[in-house]
């Protein structure tokens, strides 16, 4: 065959020549040329990019292998390709975190939360102050006096310096939750995005006290990445947070756990579900007075199938409709915070301790939810409610069950929703359903004052 009669190693076959070869020839040549390209698409979808594999090393890897460097010798100002496939990986994975946290939008921009009178507040009504953690991070936090309190100190208050407190211990608003016997505390955990003073935070922290003006102190941090709070957020570095939290209040307040409330809203949910099954699970099992659970979600796949950021944006919902392509992307998501699993092991394993009278350690679960929250839906209430009454029972309790006894013995509210209420031998768990509040406002509702000081009576 003369050089003019060659295909020209093409895909759609070879290209005829001026002396036409045979069929059967031609045939066996374009089958050949079809073949290797076949062959040549299938190697390459076969074998995964090298930016693939790193991200997939960087997600099975120990956090600190992330910073590996890459082996071999590189020439001045290049970068080693492993080195440049790993920041890929990290930037993908803490693309997946931020889908989570949205910690970088802070919503107090221009706004210095060491000036909490710019929400509203009395003149040292809030004391702002840092709190370190026991792995090096210093976190922002504010320690909110109720209303009725502040008027009887109110002098004393005033004549103080504003603004970030040096040493909180110093100053007159730890004295009065640290000296006073009947003082309560609520520890704060705020849900994604924004700081102490963004959006309905502010007025939810006066809800917190509403309820006993003169006695409830409300204790509220920024987690770590969360506005100026240093280090980066994860799920063990905010437990972490929480730990320090807790401890503060525990050992450097004085205040014991019975005096103690866990409110949380969306993501902080997580952390204080995380920080109250951690307690309860200690060789000496510490309950809180109670948790209250404003708007929570089951688990960290459930929410990116379902949350829209502000009540309307899709976070990931789109993706729900595909299932493979949904769980390719959480397989890239570090964080799960399993809400339900941790909530009915706290359960299951207060319900198994032994016997002990009247002194018996017990738990008061609320969760409250909106029907017209339109980020995350109300039917991550319910299943987390389930989730919990199902741990009660050795024989558990099926969603049918629970379905009847609301019916039976729920309270229907009209225009402000639905109540029911679970007795266990070892504790006490209340679900609310409002028609109204939204993601957010409902923070700051008298339902959740009412939650607050049902949760310290339940330990009176």
Request: charged share 20%; proline share 7%.
């Amino acid at each position: 065959m003369d050089q003019n009669s060659q295909g020209r190693g093409s895909c759609v076959g070879v290209r005829a020549s001026a002396s036409r070869p045979s069929f059967t020839a031609r045939a066996l040549s374009n089958s050949g040329s079809r073949l290797g390209c076949r062959t040549r698409r299938n190697s390459q979808r076969q074998r995964p990019s090298r930016t693939h594999e790193a991200i997939k090393q960087a997600r099975d890897a120990p956090q600190h292998l992330l910073e590996r460097r890459g082996e071999g010798k590189v020439p001045a100002g290049d970068v080693h390709p492993g080195k440049q496939q790993r920041r890929r990986a990290r930037a993908v994975l803490l693309g997946a975190n931020q889908v989570i946290y949205l910690n970088s939008v802070t919503l107090t921009w221009f706004r210095d939360v060491n000036i909490p009178e710019q929400w509203g507040f009395l003149r040292n009504q809030v004391t702002p102050f840092v709190l370190p953690t026991p792995d090096g991070e210093q976190l922002h936090a504010w320690h909110v006096l109720p209303l009725g309190l502040y008027q009887q100190h109110e002098g004393r208050l005033t004549r103080e310096p504003a603004g970030l407190a040096h040493d909180i211990s110093q100053r007159t608003c730890f004295k009065l939750l640290k000296d006073d016997p009947d003082s309560l505390l609520v520890l704060y955990f705020h849900g994604a995005a924004g700081t102490l003073g963004s959006g309905w935070r502010p007025p939810s922290y006066r809800a917190m006290s509403a309820a006993s003006p003169g006695r409830i102190h409300t204790i509220a941090i920024d987690y770590r990445g969360f506005g100026s709070s240093s280090g980066r957020p994860s799920e063990a570095g905010l437990l972490t947070d929480a730990l320090a939290l807790a401890n503060f209040a525990l050992r450097e307040a004085g205040i014991p756990p019975s005096r103690i409330v866990l409110f949380a809203q969306s993501l902080g949910t997580a952390v204080a579900i995380s920080l109250a099954h951690h307690f309860a699970t200690q060789p000496d099992t510490i309950l809180f007075a109670g948790l209250v659970l404003v708007a929570p979600f089951g688990n960290v796949e459930l929410l990116t199938a379902s949350y829209r950021v502000a009540g309307t944006i899709p976070l990931l919902s789109p993706l729900a409709r595909f299932p493979r392509l949904m769980a390719f992307f959480n397989t890239f998501v570090r964080d799960k915070w399993p809400s339900t699993d941790r909530l009915a092991a706290l359960v299951r394993h207060v319900e198994h301790l032994p016997p002990g009278g009247r002194d018996a350690a017990r738990y008061h679960v609320t969760v409250i939810h909106a029907e017209d929250d339109y980020d995350i839906p109300w039917s991550h209430s319910e299943n987390l409610f389930w989730h919990a009454v199902n741990a009660t029972s050795p024989v558990g309790t099926t969603r049918a069950e629970l379905d009847r006894h609301r019916a039976d013995a729920g309270q229907l509210l009209g225009h402000a929703g639905r109540v029911v209420d679970w007795r266990a031998p070892r504790g006490h768990m209340r679900e609310i359903i409002l028609r109204y509040g939204l993601h957010d406002r409902i923070m700051a509702y008298p339902v959740v004052s009412l939650a607050v000081l049902r949760a310290f009576q339940s330990k009176a």
